[in-house]
């Protein structure tokens, strides 16, 4: 944030994403964001909304999950070592689960192509779409691990963050530099041009919609919560398939 442009870039994104309701307020924060956009001051407006749920999270396409029921539509979104899970049950307001990466024991994502009615294709006819599913092992209790299916064709970039947010933690828990890590993912150098052009400021911030509905969130007794076991990977599926993850954290039942 100390950099003019950089700075400016967080701020259009931030109201942006604020804008989409993807970063999740309350009418009195709001109404301090804005006071802190009618003043310009860029920086206090981030710092304030690096404090919200969901700020700097990737959104993901609707999709449908396995959690809490088979075929529920959710909202998956990424970011501070979680998946974030927003839905609606039958006769309930908008909920959220959150599955925080530490307690993923490990993951894999799987394609299938559809066969049409009567089981049987000719090359390059009939086919459908590639499903693509993304499957991790959550612990819900000390001693119960439960599989959880999102499907989604944004399959693969979800393993994509889970792999980032893994490395993230690891760097960390070793004290290494989570920017020297971003550098050497990208050959060793961070280029910036030479012409440094200020982004244009956003509008200011609307009014919440008075129908957008708070989110609620799902009861920390997950036990409760009936989910598919997928149990041992299926024969299509190998070992190298399976990411485990370095990161993932044995807790107690106190921890829930």
């Not at 919200?52 to 088979?70: I, N, Q, T, W």
């Not at 599955?99 to 066969?115: A, G, I, N, Q």
Request: hydrophobic letters at 35%; a positive charge; aromatic letters at 6%.
């Amino acid at each position: 944030m100390e950099n003019r442009v950089g700075l400016n870039l967080l701020y259009a994104q931030t109201v942006s994403d604020i804008e989409r309701g993807w970063i999740l307020v309350t009418k009195e924060q709001h109404r301090q964001l804005k006071s802190l956009q009618e003043k310009v001051s860029k920086k206090e407006f981030l710092r304030l909304a690096q404090t919200l749920r969901h700020y700097g999270y990737l959104r993901f396409d609707a999709c449908v999950a396995d959690f809490p029921e088979k075929d529920c539509p959710v909202v998956v979104s990424a970011g501070n070592s979680e998946l974030s899970l927003q839905l609606r049950l039958p006769g309930q307001q908008l909920r959220e689960g959150s599955f925080r990466v530490t307690r993923m024991r490990c993951w894999r994502v799987t394609s299938s192509v559809p066969l049409p009615s009567g089981g049987t294709s000719s090359p390059g006819r009939g086919r459908g779409e590639v499903r693509l599913e993304l499957a991790f092992e959550y612990l819900m209790s000390k001693d119960r691990l439960q599989w959880v299916t999102i499907t989604s064709p944004q399959a693969i970039m979800m393993s994509i963050c889970l792999q980032s947010m893994v490395d993230e933690l690891m760097v960390k828990k070793s004290g290494g530099s989570i920017r020297k890590m971003l550098r050497r993912r990208v050959g060793g150098t961070l280029r910036r041009s030479d012409s440094q052009q200020a982004v244009k400021s956003p509008p200011l911030l609307e009014s919440p919609d008075a129908s957008r509905e708070s989110m609620v969130k799902l009861s920390s007794k997950l036990s409760a919560v009936s989910l598919r076991g997928i149990g041992s990977p299926s024969t299509d599926a190998s070992a190298s398939d399976v990411h485990g993850n370095f990161a993932f954290e044995g807790i107690g039942d106190e921890d829930l």
